[in-house]
Structure formats: structure tokens, C-alpha cells
């Protein structure tokens, strides 16, 4: 990347940090008797996992010499069972990892060299506020933006609203699970929500598309899928990959990528045609029920055999087998589904699927899950924005969250639209450079902003682009929001320090508080520690901050009726009709087509094959790459490729590539060919999160090859603005492409083909 703000390797850096730790960590003003840490009877300390979203609540063991020796899940816990993913039992190495930040980093320009310099905090809190000061009163708070994710977000948001920005987007949504939540809400009036109500364990029928479970290895969701699979459950996958769900299925159906809306209509075509569907349920809750049969007459499965290459006796045979076990039935909504620009519609022939097989409420299909609200410590309201990440995503009317896209984009002078620019940002737990498709548009907007600060704990590719560089302790080594995410009961768990933060590493809560004072935000954060915040939230719905030092999870009973629907009960669904929408009346009123309809994506050109991601079960994005322990599991990732292929261009399995996309962007680093026919030929695939550019991450630097960086082409959805990133084709190189000579015998050997 060729920037004015350069690119910084952090190597060498933080090697002072261990002499000026002690003094700083007295400034916590938290450690004393209270923090836990300190106390020798526990030797065991609640925490829940922070290495991906699941949030699942377990124990972290410390012994006598103050060392981490495991961390195990609480069997209380709903979303582990008492049991972590290897990622959770690996994220010991997080706190371990000796090429983690140590100390607050601030850049310094000398003419055309740029470096980093270790700061105090003092000194890096203090600039951080000031220019927080001069773009509130040069263009208002607006114009400083947060682009966060996890459990520091958290902490962050609360400071950006209080300061007034609400300008605020993380990658969990428009480049995750927003266009399933759009496409449920406009269906069932409800979003899927995390974790997802799927009643798996009770299932008899499920079916996932491209959704790899198993390799996605969301904990809960990966345990009630084995206990499914025991009782008998028929497992159906769609996916271009013989994934492990794929291998453990009665159905796998390796669909051509970007044609799976022409297989759901199929689907919805014999279900209604051969009145496989509920319909008690469908004639009480549905709207818009033929509408959609006349909308489905011809998209028979000889009409999607066409399209999708699977066979129609395959595509009756499954809706057979889905209607049979219904309304014990998951047509799984998947999470990461932003694939090819119209996956909103997608998603809403999953949900339409659900709706006439009958499983929204139902058991084995999905549940009405509850949850419990902790209530906010006393503070001002925020005050009110004059324009915000919704201003910013107008354009996509049905976007509930930021939309990073748009944010980033505002931030580009010749972009942002009405005076609504972007002149700062604060990233907090998101690696943009790996998460957000579209390097130009990254590149052109770090260009042009006046200011970046970066809340890591690792010296990822994105700390590299900052001016200011805040290093945040572990979640091993801190307190923070109490989880309370809804599920089959409500619970909650704590996340407490296990360990003192180490060298000057500080939590972000901490973080959060001073920026707030240096800010004159005094009132919201009116507490000394965050000890006393948890206890007075603890205190409120009836438990304490000590009860959960010793029980670290704590459940309640519902009060919201039943987990099911009573057979015929009443009920009103969360739409403008009250029902189910087979027809969307939202969709419709908003210009887009009330029942989706299948559109062709392009394919790849003569010596291309598409691109296609996924994730493999020890690591979690770009975040665990250089863990110790996960590392050792798995360094690099592999390029799936068809033995076919493999034929035509002279590849040998283990052979490093590099790849080129359509657009000439090439990977940074080269990858490892994996020969299989677990992929079809038309696509080649990888594991997310590899190809790291900051030599700092000793372990994974240059390890591998980065998909983001090959995703230059975006389809946007254009109900709620999903970056689609599946569009992308790729060529395969057999010579180093980075050195002049290879340009030619490159070309010539693509041109073979
Ligand atoms: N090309 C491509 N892009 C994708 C995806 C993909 O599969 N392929 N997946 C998409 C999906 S589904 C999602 S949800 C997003 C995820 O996107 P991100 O959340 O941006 O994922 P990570 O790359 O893990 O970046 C997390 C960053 O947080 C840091 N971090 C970890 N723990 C802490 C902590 O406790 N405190 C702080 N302050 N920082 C911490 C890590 O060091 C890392 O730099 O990416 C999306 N983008
Ligand atoms: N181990 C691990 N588990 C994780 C995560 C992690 O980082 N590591 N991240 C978590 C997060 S935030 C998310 S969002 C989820 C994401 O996990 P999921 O939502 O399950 O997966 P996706 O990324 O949507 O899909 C990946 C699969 O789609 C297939 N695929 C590609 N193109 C097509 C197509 O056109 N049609 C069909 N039918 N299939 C296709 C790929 O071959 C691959 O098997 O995983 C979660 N779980
Ligand atoms: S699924 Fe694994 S990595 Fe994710 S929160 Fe649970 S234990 Fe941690
Ligand atoms: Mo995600």
C-alpha cells in the first residue's frame, strides 16, 4: 500500500515497556485487595471467551506462581456446555503471545521518514483528546468515527456517544450477518439475532447453505449439530466444497457458486406444488401465500437444474425430506452471508422456506429465545447527533446498523455527500485491512483523514496506518460488560482478570474513562473502577458482583411464555401485516421486489476460477493467526484447487502460487496448492485471516495468502448495503510475479488455457 500515512512495521518496538510498567498500572487505580487477581483464594477466575463472538463463559486457572494454566468452560453455560472450541482453550496464547503490543506507540514524522515512538499514556490519551477537541469544534463530533468490534467496541461506543458521534460501524454487520437479519425481519418481524435461536439439538431435518458448521466452529451450534446427527437428524449441505458438514450429511449438494437462490425457489416451488407445506400454520400466521405460489409456478426443478447443476430429482428428494420432518425443520439463515450482492433476497427465500415448512416457533426448528436487559449505570442521556452512520447509509433503506463501507467512503473528501465527511477514526478490535473488501477505497480513505487511532492488543495490519497505536490488555487480564445475550433462558456471565495487564497493556473500559475526562465527559463516567459498575448492574438484577466472582454464570427463569408456539395459539408477528410475509409488504413499500426472484451473477472469464473463503476450525480471522498455541495448529493456509485444474495448468499438490484477480491485483504472498476433489472446478478456495503484512507478527508474517486483498470487486446489496464479496475470480501463478522477469511466462502460461 502507497499512503501519505505509511505503513509502519511495529518490530523492535516496546522493548523499554517492562521498566515503565509498574508505575502505569497503579494509574488503573484498581490494584488493590478487590481486583480479584489479588485475592489467593480464587484460583479460578470467571471470564467468558473473547476469541470470537460466541462469548462462551468458562474458568480461567491460575496457580500459585500467578501463571495461566488453562482456561475450561463453565457447565452452566449455555453457549458452551462446559465446553471451549479449541480456539477458546488456545486463547491462553493470546495472553502468552511475546509479540503482542506493550506499550502506547505514537507516529513521528521526520520529512519523508516515518516512524513510531513509545509514549506514556499520558502523553498519547492527552493528544488522542485534543484532536478529539479540534474536530468537534472544527466540524463537529460527527466527523470522528469509531469502527470497532467485540467487547472493546463496547467500551468505545459508550465514549463516541457521550462525546456525540454516533458515526459508528463494525464489520459484523454489512460484512457479516446483516442481510439475514434484514430478510428475517422483513419475513418474521424479528432479526436471527446472536447466538442464533436454532433449536438443533430437537431438529430432525437441517439444512445448511454453504454455512459450514463444524469448520465455523460457533460452539454450541458445532455441539447440538453432533447430538442431531446422533438422534438420526438428516443433515442437508449446499455448498461448492465437500466441507465437514458436507462429509457428515445423507445430502451434499455441490451447487455452482452465486446460484443458490434458483435452488431455494425450486425448494419453495415443490414444496407448495406438492403441498408439503404447514398448512394449519400457513393459512393462520402467513400473508401473501398465492402471491408466491403463482410467483414459484415455473421455477421447477428442471428450470434450477439449469442454473444450479443439481440434479431434480435431488432438489424433490430434499424438499421431500425437509416437508417429511417439518415443522422439526432448520433451513439454516447462515451468518457470514454477504456473498453476491443480492443476499438479502437470499435470505429471504431461507426464511420464506422456514415460514411455509412451519419452524419459526416451533421445536426443532427455531425457538423464541429470551434474554436478560442489564440495566444502564446511572449517566446524562447522550446528546443528540446531527447526523450519524444512518445519515451516511440512507442510500441502503433498510440498514439497522452502520455500515462501514459508507463510512469509510465518507471519508474521502470527493465522496462524502451534504458536508457529512469524516476527518478521523478510532479503530478498536476490527482489523479493517483484513475484514473490509475494497483496498482502494481503505487506501484512499486512510489517505485523506487527519487522524487514526488504533485499540489492538497485537500489532496487526491496521496498527501499522495509525498515529496513535493504544495497546489493550488481554481479555484474560480484564473486567468488562456483563454478557447477557438471549438464548433458551436468560443468563449472564463476567469477564474478570485473571492476571495483572501485562507491561502497559490497559483495558479499554480504562481507556474509554480517561479520553472521557480529558473530555470534560465526567458525568458518564461517574464510577472509580469498573468494579463498581458491575456490582451496581449485578446489584439491580438481583445478584452481585461477588456472587458472580464465584459462580461466573448465572441463569434465570423465562418470563416471556413458552420456548414454542401453542398449537393455533394467537400470535402477531412484528410486520406490517402481523404475519408471516411470504410477500413483503416493507420490501415492496421500499421499491425493492416483495418475493425474490433469481438474477445470474457473472462468471469467471477463460483461466480464472472464483474465489471462495471460509474458516477453519483452530483459528478465528486474522485475530488468532499468530497465537502461539493455535499457530502451532495451523501456520499457513491452503489454496484449494480440483485436480482438474491442476491438469490443465501443471500444478503439483504442495506447489507454491501466487494468484491474481481480475482486476490485476496480486496476493502479497505466495500459497501451498492443496489438490482435491472436495472442490468443485470452477472454484478455488481458502481459509480467511492468513497473509499477514506486519512483520511484528513474527509467527504468521507473510504465511499464506490474504483473500481480502484479492476482493476488489464488491456487489453492494442494495436493500442494506452487504459488501458481497464472492464476485471475484483469480489466476493462478506459478512464478513470483513481484520480480519483473516471471511477468511474461506468467502470461504465457495463463494463455494456454
Ligand atoms: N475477506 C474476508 N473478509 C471478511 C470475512 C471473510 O471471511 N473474508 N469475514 C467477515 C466477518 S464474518 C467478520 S465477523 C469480520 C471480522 O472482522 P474483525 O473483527 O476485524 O476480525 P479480525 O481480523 O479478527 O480483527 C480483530 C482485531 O482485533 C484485535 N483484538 C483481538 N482481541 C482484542 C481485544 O481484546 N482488544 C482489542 N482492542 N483488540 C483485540 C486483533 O488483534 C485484530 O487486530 O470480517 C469480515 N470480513
Ligand atoms: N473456527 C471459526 N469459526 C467461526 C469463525 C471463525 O473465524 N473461525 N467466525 C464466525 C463468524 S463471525 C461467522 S460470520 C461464521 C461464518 O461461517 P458461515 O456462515 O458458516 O460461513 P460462510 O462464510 O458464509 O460460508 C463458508 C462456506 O460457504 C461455501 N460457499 C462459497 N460460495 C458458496 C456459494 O455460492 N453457495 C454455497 N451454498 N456455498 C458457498 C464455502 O465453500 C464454505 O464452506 O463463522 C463463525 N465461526
Ligand atoms: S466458540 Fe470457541 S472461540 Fe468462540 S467463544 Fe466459544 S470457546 Fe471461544
Ligand atoms: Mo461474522
Not at 325 to 339: D, F, K, Q, S, T
Not at 351 to 375: D, H, Q, T, V
Not at 477 to 504: F, Q, T
Request: hydrophobic content about 35%; charged content about 25%.
Amino acid at each position: 500500500m502507497i499512503t501519505r500515512r505509511k505503513f509502519i512495521q511495529i518490530s523492535a518496538l516496546g522493548i523499554g515497556a517492562a521498566s515503565m510498567g509498574v508505575g502505569a498500572i497503579n494509574l488503573l487505580g484498581a490494584h488493590s485487595k478487590s481486583d480479584g487477581y489479588a485475592i489467593q483464594e480464587f484460583n479460578r477466575f470467571p471470564t467468558y471467551c473473547e476469541v470470537c463472538f460466541w462469548k462462551c463463559a468458562g474458568w480461567t486457572y491460575v496457580d500459585k506462581g500467578g501463571k495461566i494454566v488453562k482456561i475450561k468452560g463453565n457447565p452452566e453455560d449455555t453457549h458452551s456446555n462446559g465446553r471451549f472450541c479449541p480456539r477458546g482453550t488456545g486463547g491462553v496464547g493470546m495472553y502468552n503471545d511475546t509479540d503482542r503490543l506493550q506499550v502506547p506507540l505514537i507516529r513521528v514524522k521526520d520529512g519523508d521518514k516515518q516512524t513510531f515512538r513509545e509514549a506514556t499514556w499520558d502523553e498519547a490519551l492527552d493528544l488522542i483528546a485534543s484532536k478529539m477537541k479540534s474536530v468537534k469544534s472544527k466540524y463537529g463530533p460527527e466527523s470522528f468515527a469509531l469502527l470497532k468490534h467485540g467487547a472493546p467496541g463496547k467500551q468505545m461506543e459508550h465514549l463516541f456517544k457521550a462525546y456525540g458521534s454516533d458515526t459508528i460501524g463494525e464489520p459484523a454487520y454489512a460484512q457479516c450477518r446483516g442481510p439475514r437479519e434484514t430478510a428475517f425481519s422483513t419475513t418474521f418481524g424479528s432479526w436471527v439475532g446472536s447466538p442464533e435461536p436454532t433449536d438443533i439439538r430437537d431438529t430432525k431435518c437441517m439444512v445448511l447453505i454453504g454455512s459450514h458448521i463444524g469448520e465455523n466452529m460457533h460452539n454450541g451450534q458445532v455441539q447440538e449439530m453432533s447430538d442431531a446427527i446422533e438422534n438420526g437428524a438428516t443433515i442437508i449441505t449446499v455448498d461448492p466444497r465437500l466441507s465437514t458438514a458436507a462429509s457428515k450429511s445423507k445430502y451434499w449438494l455441490p451447487i455452482k457458486p452465486a446460484t443458490d437462490l434458483a435452488l431455494l425457489l425450486a425448494w419453495i416451488h415443490v414444496i407448495i406444488y406438492e403441498e408439503l407445506y404447514d398448512k394449519k400454520y400457513v393459512e393462520q400466521y402467513g400473508y401473501g401465500f398465492d402471491e408466491l405460489k403463482a410467483h414459484v409456478a415455473d421455477m421447477t426443478p428442471e428450470w434450477a437444474y439449469g442454473i444450479t447443476t443439481i440434479q431434480p430429482d435431488v432438489i424433490r428428494a430434499t424438499a421431500r425430506e425437509m416437508g417429511h420432518a417439518a415443522p422439526a425443520v432448520i433451513v439454516h439463515p447462515g451468518r457470514h452471508v454477504v456473498w453476491y450482492g443480492d443476499d438479502t433476497q437470499r435470505g429471504r427465500a431461507v426464511a420464506i422456506l422456514n415460514g411455509l415448512l412451519g419452524s419459526w416457533g416451533r421445536r426443532g426448528g427455531f425457538y423464541f429465545p429470551e434474554g436478560i436487559s442489564i440495566p444502564k449505570f446511572p449517566r446524562p442521556d447522550y446528546p443528540k447527533t446531527n447526523w450519524s452512520w444512518e445519515t451516511l447509509g440512507e442510500k441502503y433503506p433498510l440498514a439497522e446498523m452502520g455500515i462501514t463501507t459508507e463510512i469509510i467512503r465518507a471519508s474521502i473528501p470527493s465522496e462524502a455527500k451534504d458536508g457529512h465527511l469524516v476527518k478521523a477514526w478510532m479503530v478498536a478490535g476490527t482489523n479493517l485491512i483484513k475484514s473490509i473488501p475494497n483496498k482502494r477505497l481503505i487506501e484512499d480513505a486512510i489517505n485523506s483523514i487527519d487522524f487514526m487511532v488504533v485499540v489492538d492488543t497485537m500489532p496487526s495490519d491496521i496498527a501499522g496506518y495509525a498515529d496513535v497505536v493504544l495497546p489493550e490488555c488481554t481479555y484474560l487480564e480484564r473486567y468488562d460488560g456483563i454478557r447477557a445475550a438471549a438464548h433458551r433462558h436468560p443468563s449472564i456471565a463476567l469477564r474478570m482478570p485473571a492476571v495483572k495487564p501485562k507491561d502497559e497493556t490497559k483495558p479499554s473500559w480504562w481507556i474509554a474513562k480517561q479520553i472521557g475526562e480529558r473530555l470534560g465527559l465526567h458525568e458518564y463516567f461517574n464510577f472509580k473502577d469498573y468494579e463498581e459498575v458491575l456490582d451496581w448492574q449485578l446489584k439491580q438484577i438481583g445478584s452481585s458482583l461477588d456472587e458472580m466472582k464465584k459462580i461466573g454464570v448465572k441463569n434465570f427463569e423465562r418470563k416471556e411464555g413458552p420456548l414454542y408456539l401453542g398449537d393455533g395459539e394467537d400470535y402477531e408477528f412484528n410486520t406490517n401485516t402481523g404475519k408471516i410475509e411470504f410477500y413483503s409488504t416493507e420490501l415492496e413499500a421500499k421499491g425493492f421486489d416483495p418475493m425474490p426472484k433469481y438474477t445470474p451473477h457473472p462468471e469467471p472469464p477463460a483461466g480464472f476460477y472464483r474465489l471462495i473463503y471460509g474458516r477453519a476450525p483452530m483459528h478465528t480471522f486474522s485475530r488468532t493467526v499468530n497465537n502461539p498455541n493455535l499457530n502451532d495448529l495451523m501456520d499457513e493456509n491452503a489454496l484449494w484447487v480440483n485436480p482438474r485444474v491442476a491438469k490443465i495448468l501443471d500444478i503439483k499438490n504442495g506447489q507454491y502460487v501466487w494468484l491474481k484477480n481480475q482486476d490485476n491485483v496480486l496476493s502479497t504472498f505466495p500459497i501451498k496448492v492443496r489438490l482435491t476433489e472436495r472442490i468443485r472446478w470452477d472454484s478455488v478456495y481458502m481459509v480467511h485471516g492468513f497473509g499477514q503484512t506486519n512483520k511484528s507478527m513474527s509467527r504468521t508474517y507473510g504465511k499464506g495468502a490474504a483473500d481480502t486483498e484479492l476482493i476488489t470487486k464488491i456487489m453492494v446489496d442494495p436493500i442494506m448495503g452487504g459488501t458481497g464479496m464472492r464476485g471475484n475470480f483469480v489466476m493462478l501463478l506459478t512464478q513470483n510475479p513481484h520480480n519483473q522477469k516471471n511477468k511474461k511466462e506468467n502470461q504465457d502460461k495463463n494463455q494456454e488455457i
